[in-house]
Structures are given as C-alpha cells and as structure tokens.
C-alpha cells in the first residue's frame, strides 16, 4: 500500500503545483506561487492522456445523453473524435465561498523552517483555488475565521476580485480560538443560490456544531467540500519520553509518556478522522484529509473532481 | 539465600529510579507546544485503563531489569542443591576392614564406599579441605588433601586384612575438624559398622553445627565362615620325621543357614588332608611327618561373601631334637623332666655335644657364662647369693634385678603368655623381678596374681635368655612337681632350642624378626627392608611372610585375619546414632549421599539465569513502550487523504 503522505517528487522546476510546500514558499509572495501552481497544475492537464480535459474544464464538456445536439462542438470532434457540448458562460458561472480556518491551531508547524504552518498552507491552497475558480470565470468570495469572522469578501469574479482575495489572505493573521459553524452560517446566508462551499481548517474544533452547519449548506443545496489539514506532526506524536504537550490555541497542558500513549493517540487521529468522514459523507459532502507537507496539486485536483461533478 | 558480592547490592538503589521517575516526571517534562491537544484528550480518555495498566507494566519491568542485573552482580545464592556451598572441612572415614570386603551384589562393600567417597570428593571445590581417614591400614598422615589428591587417596585404599579401629579414627576426625577453619564442617562415615566397630559411651565430641552422614548399616548380615584357633602339634613344632597335626575351629557369622563345610589342608602348594565341620565346629587333620626345614602351608574352606578369611596360614620350622644340659643346684626335677623328653625323642639330653638350650641355676648361674646358645636362668634357693646373681645377670646384660621379698605369701600363676596351661599354679617362693634400664627388648611371658613378673625372656648381645623368678624347687612352687612341668619344658626347649614357636600373627601384629634379618618377602611378593628394631610392623596384608638374611631364609611367618574383623553382625542403628549424633543423616545410595553432601550454604549462583530474564525483560519492556510507536505504516494508512 502506497503511502499518502509521501512527499511528491520536486524533480520538476516547471511544476510549481508539485513542489513540496517548503520549497514552494521559496518561491516568492502568495500571488506569484498562487498564479505558478496554478499554471503548473493546468500544464499537467493538457499533459494528460485525457486530451482536451483543460478544454472541457474551461468551455466545454463532454456529451452525455439528454444534452442538446445542437450545441455539440462539431470542430472538437473533428480533433479528437469525441463529443463535446459547448458551455455557456451562463451555465458555468459559479458562486463559491472559500472558508478559511485562522485560528491559533492552524499557526503551527510540526517542522518549523522545513514546513510551512498550516495556516500558511490554507492561505496559499486558497489562493491558489481562488486563481483557479476565477480564471474558469467563477466569482469567488471569501470568509476568514476563528472564533469570530476576521475578513469577508463577497463573491465576484475578476482579475480585480483575485487580488483582493490575495490581499486579504495575505494580511490574514492567525490567532484565537476556532468556532466553525458561525463562518459557515455567514456563507450559508449570503449564497442565495446553489453554490460551492470550501472550507480549510484542521478541524481542531468543536465538531459537533459544525457538523450541524455543513449538514445546513448542504441542505441549502450547496455543494461542500472539507478540506482537513493536517501536520504531518499531528499524525504521530514526537519522539520523546515524558512530554508536556501544551495548546497554544487552549491553553491546556497534558503531561504523557509519548511511547505509552502513541499508538492510542495514532489511533485516536485515525477515529477522529473516521468521524468526520463518516459524519460528512452520506450528506454529500466531500471530505479530504491534506497533509500540509503535500504539494498544493494534490489539494486542487481534489477540487477538480468536485468540480467536474458539479457540471 | 546470601550474595557472594554483597556491596553490590548497592546497585539494587538503581532499582528506585524507575520508581522515582514515574513519580517525579511530571515535575521534569520537556514542554512542547502541540494544538492536536484534543486528540490526546481523546486518546487518554479512552486507552485511560490501558494506559495505566501499561504505565504499571513498564515500571514493574524496568523495576525487574533493575533487579535482576543487580541481583546477578551481587551474586545471589539460592539455597538449591548442585550448587556451590561454604568452604567445607570434610573427614571422609573409609572403613576398609576386613569386612569391607564382604562381597554382595557382586560387588564389594568397600566399592561402593569408594565411588560414594568419589562422588563426595567430585562435589568438592577449591576452597574444600578433605581428610580422608581409613579405619584399616594403611595408616597415612591426616593432612588435608584437595579434591584430587583425595580421590587418589580414595582409590588407592584396598581392603585391609589388619585389625582395623573405627572408634578411633573417629576421634581423629572429630580432632581435626575441631581444627579446621573452615566455616562448614561435615564427618562422612563409610562403614559397614560391625558389632563391637564403635564402643558404647558417649557421642562423639563434634564441633557445633558439624553435619554426620553416615551409611546404613545392614539389616542382616550375610553368612561368613572363617578359621580361628589354629595350632599346629599343640603350639609346638614338630621334630623331623615325627607325625603331628593341625586343629582349628570353624566359625560362622550372620543369620543366614549354614551346612556342613569343607576344609582342605595345603602344604607346599597341594591338598595333603580335607575334611568336613559343622558350623562352630572343630578340625583336626593329620599333618607331617617332615625333614628339618621350614613348613609352610594354610588351610582353607569354599569361599563364600567375605573370601579374606576363608584361608588360614601358618608356618612352623621342622628340627632335629634339641641337645640340653644342665647346671647348678635344685635340678632333680628339671632333670628328669629332659630325661622324659629324652626318651620320647624330643630332646637329647646330654652333655657331649653342643647343646641348643643351657639351664643355669643357683651359683651356676654366677660363674662366667661361655655358652652361645639360649640360657634358661633359675636364681638360688639362698637369699645371701642373690646379689652375686644379678651381679651376673648385669654382667651378660640382662636387664632385670631380682629382689627379696619383704613379706612372706604365697601367689598363682595368673597371666599366661605361653601355650603351656600353668595357670593357678601355686607359688610360694619368688623374687621380685624388676626392670632394669632400657637397653634390649625384654618381654613378661607370665605374670602371678599380683601382676609381678614371674617368667621374662628377651635377647642379649649374646643370644636369648630365659629368666624364672623362682627356683625350681618344690618349696618355691608347684612347677616341679606337676606334670604340666613335661611341657613346659618341651616348649621351652621347642621355642629357645632353635626351633622356634609356630609363629601366627594376626594381620596388624608387630612382626619380630631375627636378629640377622635384613629384609623379607611380603604374601604379595613386594620386598621391604628390616631396620634395627627388627620389628616389622607392615603386616597388613594375610599370607606367608619371607624374612631373610642376606641371601638365606631365616624365617617365615604366617600372618592371618584377626578373627573379631570376620564376625559380621551389623551394628544397632539406635546405637550409631548414640556414638555419632542423634542429627545423623543416614544415607544409602551414592546419589543420595551426592546430594546431603557439602549441605552447609549449598546455593546456586543463578546469575545467568537472571541475566537471561533481564534480557527478556527488557525485550518485553521495549516491546511495551514501543507498542505506542506501533507500526507506522499500518496507523498512518488508518487516515485516508481522500
């Protein structure tokens, strides 16, 4: 069985979306590696032996019954002998809503100097499906919490749009508490129709609230995607004997034996994350769990499908 | 239980810090700022028990480890048997006697002593000091061997024919551990405790906290059949060409049923005469006649448990009649007694040739003696010339003076050394005989009834000597007139005559030998020189005993088993227990014994198997606390990235 989490290969310069977060944040400001990764992931496409997907992603898809003939591309079947529907800008424009997590939890790195914070990682995958949604002609907005919302930025499209949302990730600071179910209550309210909701956290919250708030969106008819961030350092405790852990977001200390209680905490990782699978996924929600130490493309190629799915 | 390296028991305070550490670690944790706080809530929360309980395992195990390593270099002792023990003092008495012989089971009881004394002495380390001491011969220096030179000692030992003293060899172990340092002190007997081997009295004074092992004695003894009272011609050898015979009594020992036995007689290597006796019977088989020489030969019976005794050997020397003479005063009696023995071809009594045997008495006896051949010495009927006579005596050497009587009294012959029956004879008249200076071997032959000598003999630089402490006169005693006279005479002629006794030694006796002996021939065929005391102590073994002078058979001697080493009925274990210590352990098998052996502080060094569970301690207390780090690639595949 494949590892996950194994950090993907940096062998390729060109492939800002397959750097590893260390060497991505090298890169520049958040714009730059937002409009890279994205340009990267988008090169990957055209690369694919699924020629024409970029196109489909863009402008058009691909025929399935029911579609009207009349809008089928005739000059796409003459390159590749598929059919393709032709999209109106119409149809595809959408109104997603990116959650971000600021609380204190999320400022912190397991590998300090090697590994970026999550935070870090949740503002740059912001960014970088911020570019993405907007280049495809979507209108993005933007809610970013802890216990409070800090920023909002209402849904447009536009290069002017992108830049505010880059402005605003970027002066995002982190800190406080995490109360979920309030940003995702603001989204539900001001996503008049169906739209998409993505929201970036590492779920060190209390669950059961917003539990209940997605359960709301998708109830409104939104589609949800959860993207759980992890440290690679939240999957396994340290190495060490005695160890008084302490929560900079709390407050609390705990004092354990780190080889007596590992595999109980591995276990207990595993179930939480169980948990939020199992809670979110018979509603329709997409869940993910992204390791902060994986490239950016993993993240957004779960978008992709989502995406795709959403027509 | 003890340590053989106690200071290191200091080690064992490691053993607290386990303890100390999970007690204090809360105080000494390295603080890491960690926001998945939630996580480890949840996981305590819900692994509490198994946490504590794995928390407990793992101070229990490192508290073990601790322990174990500690208890490995303190060198703990664990009191288990075949291990090591406290440096011991052991005295190993080996009853080689006669009877140790005996043979059952095929094999000998003194085989058994010996691999169960091997077996002891195999146990023995170093730091051991071993006494082996044998009841028989030979006798060695009790210095304290090491394990190896006690097992050669212990191999070397052979059944001994002597007469043999349980009792104290006993009280020279009991001496020698009172001596020894060591701080464990065991006696080891090997015996097979013959009635009358251990003399009742008290127990034996042991050192405190000394362990007795001791063999079982039998429950019964096996049947053995032996010779006692052998004589040949009565005690006197026979004259050349003269018919004599041999007698014995054939006694049995032990319980089992015995019928008619054979007995064979053997000269010069063939059967000359058998016969048949009951138990406790007497032989008489016809021996002879022989020319002038040495006769040597044995009688014997079918072996039976104990063969050592089934053979009975003797000696005697054939001779032409001894020529006798006479002088001095009060010889009427003494005169008609040779004249008796005249006739019968005994003695020639006669003035003409060179006599074998001179009789002095009275003023006879003062004058120069010019004769070379043994002197029989009467002192004078009159007081007034008794100092001229010990003026005389003194003059040839003889040690003795002879005195007069305060008092007058009469006294019998009481103490009777020689094979003539004179006892209870009266004596009215006697000198007293007292010893004078140390300068030649003397010997009372018979005593009277207040203990005085009455009969001395012993050998001056001129030959043997024969002195009575009475004249030969019906005044002075009831010898001249009895006709026990006839054979006391006869043996005194026999014996001073140059024909010598028939000599029976028992195996152990004192062996005296001729003047001229410069060495013999032991029954084994071994040569052994003969000093200047000419006692030859070293007859240890049964058979016919060559002595000679230069190149020349002087004399031979049989030697015998002493007849009590064939009696072989067992002894009281109630009474083995009242000699030795009422704390006897009482042992049966070798292995048995292997094992009570060396009991003082007999411990096993455990210390590899210590050293193994700490190492499996370890293991497991690795396995324990890595249990947490578990298998990463197993865990890490519990959270899906999709």
Excluded: C
Aim: charged share 25%; proline share 7%; net charge negative.
């Amino acid at each position: 069985m494949s590892d996950p989490y194994a950090r993907a290969p940096t062998a390729n310069p060109g492939r800002a979306d397959l750097l590893d977060p260390g060497s991505l944040a090298k890169l520049g400001d958040m714009e730059l590696i937002a409009r890279r990764v994205v340009e990267g992931f988008l090169l990957g496409l055209h690369r694919s032996p699924h020629r024409g997907f970029s196109a489909e992603f863009a402008e058009l898809h691909a025929y399935r019954p029911g579609d009207d003939l009349r809008y089928i591309d005739w000059r796409m079947f003459g390159r590749s002998n598929r059919y393709y529907v032709k999209r109106f800008q119409e149809e595809t424009n959408l109104r997603a809503y990116l959650l971000l997590d600021l609380s204190g939890s999320m400022d912190w790195s397991s590998n300090p100097g090697e590994l970026p914070t999550k935070s870090w990682y949740a503002s740059h995958l912001a960014a970088a499906l911020a570019h993405t949604l907007i280049r495809q002609g979507d209108q993005v907005g933007l809610v970013a919490f802890d216990e409070e919302i800090r920023h909002h930025v209402r849904p447009r499209g536009g290069p002017r749009q992108l830049r505010e949302l880059l402005l605003t990730l970027t002066s995002a600071e982190s800190g406080g508490r995490t109360a979920a179910e309030g940003a995702l209550r603001e989204a539900a309210l001001r996503l008049r129709r169906r739209g998409l909701v993505i929201l970036l956290s590492d779920l060190l919250l209390e669950a059961e609230p917003t539990r209940q708030a997605l359960h709301f969106l998708r109830h409104r008819g939104h589609e949800v995607i959860v993207l759980h961030l992890l440290d690679p350092g939240e999957r396994d405790l340290p190495s060490g004997g005695d160890v008084r852990f302490f929560d900079p977001e709390t407050g609390d200390e705990m004092g354990v034996n780190v080889p007596d209680v590992r595999s109980e905490y591995r276990s207990a990782v595993n179930e939480a994350v169980a948990e939020w699978r199992g809670a979110l996924r018979p509603h329709g929600i997409e869940y993910g769990v992204i390791g902060t130490e994986q490239p950016l493309a993993s993240a957004l190629r779960r978008y992709l499908q989502k995406r795709q799915r959403l027509g | 239980m003890g340590f053989l390296s106690p200071l290191l028991l200091l080690l064992g305070a490691a053993a607290a810090i386990p303890l100390v550490l999970h007690l204090l670690k809360r105080d000494r944790d390295r603080r890491v700022v960690f926001p998945a706080l939630r996580y480890l809530h949840r996981a305590t929360r819900e692994h509490a028990r198994q946490i504590r309980a794995q928390q407990l395992l793992l101070l229990f195990l490192r508290i073990g480890i601790v322990a174990a390593v500690t208890l490995a270099a303190a060198r703990l002792l664990l009191p288990l048997p075949g291990g090591v023990h406290e440096p011991t003092a052991v005295a190993l008495v080996l009853d080689n006697s006669l009877s140790s012989g005996v043979i059952e089971d095929d094999r000998r009881r003194l085989d058994w002593m010996k691999e169960t004394a091997r077996r002891v002495v195999d146990r023995a380390t170093e730091d051991d000091l071993i006494w082996v001491l044998r009841a028989g011969e030979p006798w060695d220096l009790a210095l304290p061997l090491q394990p190896a030179a006690a097992r050669i000692r212990i191999d070397e030992t052979e059944v001994s024919h002597a007469r043999s003293s349980l009792d104290e060899v006993l009280l020279r172990a009991s001496r020698l551990l009172t001596d020894a340092s060591q701080p464990a002190r065991e006696l080891h007997v090997l015996s097979d405790y013959q009635t009358g081997a251990l003399s009742e009295g008290t127990a034996l004074d042991l050192p405190p906290g000394t362990r007795v092992l001791a063999s079982e004695p039998a429950e019964h003894a096996p049947e053995n059949r032996f010779f006692s009272d052998v004589l040949v011609g009565g005690g006197l050898p026979p004259i050349a060409g003269e018919r004599t015979q041999i007698t014995a009594r054939v006694a049995t020992s032990g319980t089992d049923p015995v019928g008619a036995i054979e007995v064979r007689l053997v000269v010069d290597g063939e059967v000359r005469a058998a016969t048949e006796s009951e138990s406790d019977g007497s032989v008489t088989l016809p021996l002879g006649p022989f020319q002038t020489g040495w006769v040597s030969g044995h009688l014997e019976m079918d072996p039976d448990a104990l063969p050592e005794d089934d053979r009975s050997f003797f000696v005697f020397r054939v001779r032409e009649p001894p020529v006798v003479t006479a002088e001095g005063e009060d010889m009427y009696f003494l005169e008609q007694a040779f004249d008796v023995l005249d006739g019968a071809g005994r003695v020639r009594h006669t003035s003409a040739e060179e006599p074998n045997l001179v009789v002095l008495a009275g003023a006879a006896a003062q004058e120069e003696w010019t004769h070379e051949a043994p002197l029989l010495l009467l002192p004078p009927s009159d007081p007034a010339r008794l100092p001229a006579f010990n003026r005389a005596l003194s003059a040839a050497g003889i040690p003795w003076t002879l005195g007069v009587e305060a008092s007058e009294s009469v006294w019998s012959v009481a103490d009777v050394g020689i094979p003539v029956a004179i006892e209870g004879l009266e004596v009215r008249r006697r000198y007293r005989m007292e010893p004078r200076g140390e300068a030649h071997p003397r010997e009372t032959l018979v005593a009277l009834s207040d203990g005085s000598p009455w009969l001395v003999t012993g050998e001056t630089e001129a030959g043997p000597y024969l002195l009575l402490a009475s004249p030969l006169s019906e005044e002075a005693s009831d010898l001249p007139v009895r006709a026990v006279l006839i054979p006391f005479v006869d043996w005194v002629t026999a014996r001073w005559a140059g024909g010598g006794t028939v000599s029976m030694l028992h195996a152990g006796d004192p062996l005296a030998t001729p003047s001229g002996a410069t060495h013999l021939y032991l029954p084994s065929g071994a040569e052994r020189a003969i000093d200047d005391t000419h006692r030859f102590v070293e007859t240890a073994h049964v058979g016919i005993h060559t002595i000679l002078e230069g190149d020349s058979i002087v004399a031979l001697a049989a030697v015998n088993a002493p007849p009590e080493e064939s009696r072989l009925s067992p002894l009281d274990p109630q009474q083995l227990s009242e000699r030795l210590t009422p704390d006897l352990y009482v042992l049966d098998e070798p292995d048995a014994w292997e094992r009570a052996a060396f009991g003082t502080g007999t411990a096993s060094e455990p210390w590899k198997v210590l050293l193994v569970a700490a190492l499996l301690l370890l293991l497991i207390e690795g396995r324990v606390a890595a249990s947490g780090a578990g298998d990463r690639t197993r865990d890490a595949g519990g959270i899906s990235a999709d």
